[in-house]
């Protein structure tokens, strides 16, 4: 038997749950059962009364506000604890087209991917500004260089995931998932593609970002941390290159100036060659360290994924056990 949930995290959607939910599809071809669930990050409204009145399977309130990324990973764990073997992650806002969902699961399905991500038409998505557009772009092309795969809409948060792939995640990033979860696929070796989907209208602005500087920002920071979270080697490397090739640039100079037997003795300039060789240096060491400390990383995951799947079997195991005992005697 094939279980697919579908997770909706939300904050404060009372007035667009609705509409996302009424889209929502509760049979499929090649699934046997469809659930829905939908985790509410310490809204302070009604979220949580209007999914249990459109029929959600599941509610998971979280006690405050934890962010869309915390509430991902919290919808991840529910969904597995329900039995999931495929997971559906949208948006509250109904930003997504719910027919599509189909073309999500089926390379899941077919055993061809662990993660697929809905590649919306950013271009023709009018509400995008063109430096959101922008922002999209190189947030993918970061991702495509972080995790060597192939993923042109990165930040869409319309994916469809295994079972064994939502126990292999973590993100550690409190802003968003979609951006870290694509590089650790990349980086654990799971098959990851992407399907065109379609997007519906405009209901709301989105809760991600309070402006589009702060969207910039945000953004940018994301980015940064991501290179320096899962190729710390590389960027610590890159980062050491300019103070160091300053530095030795510097130092020919003040070495030609010296051989040329000029009476100035150019100290200052002798100082800051060393401190900038130094200071790349101490960069690159930085990364050697950040990069042993990436496969302490990697082993912990390895450890956590071993307690994952026993707790989850041993979980599914017991309720096996009970179900019998609920079967009238008469049926035996």
Known sequence: MTKLVIQIPCYNEEATLGVALAALPRELPGVDAVEWLVVNDGSADRTSEIALLHGVDHVVDLPQHQGLARAFMAGLEASLRAGADVIVNTDADNQYCADDIPLLIEPILRGSADIVVGARPIGTIEHFSPVKNLLQK???????????????????????????????????????????????????????????????????????????????????????????????????????????????????????????????????????????????????????????????????????????????????????????????????
């Not at 968003?176 to 593609?193: C, F, P, R, V, W």
């Not at 360290?289 to 450890?303: G, P, S």
């Open 138 to 332: 190189l947030g993918s092309w970061a991702v495509r260089v972080a995790s060597r795969t192939d993923i042109p809409d990165a930040p869409s948060g319309f994916r469809a995931i295994s079972r064994d792939a939502a126990m292999r995640l973590n993100v550690f990033n409190d802003y968003t998932y979609t951006l870290e979860t694509i590089i650790q696929a990349g980086q654990k070796g799971m098959a990851i593609t992407s399907v065109p989907v379609r997007t519906n209208g405009w209901l709301r602005p989105s809760r991600l970002y309070r402006s589009m500087p702060a969207y910039v920002r945000q953004s940018m920071f994301t980015i940064l941390r991501i290179f320096m979270t899962y190729r710390p080697l590389r960027f610590f490397v890159i980062l050491g290159a300019l103070p160091f090739t300053a530095g030795t640039l510097l130092g020919v100079r003040w070495m030609a100036y010296f051989l040329e037997g000029t009476s100035r003795t150019r100290i200052p300039s002798l100082i800051l060659a060393a401190i900038l060789i130094l200071t790349g240096v101490q960069l690159w060491t930085f990364g050697l360290i950040a990069d042993l400390l990436a496969v302490n990383r990697k082993m912990l995951e390895d450890v956590q994924l071993r307690l994952r799947r026993s707790e989850l079997e041993s979980e599914r195991a017991a309720e096996r056990a009970v179900e019998p005992s609920r079967v009238p005697a008469g049926q035996r």
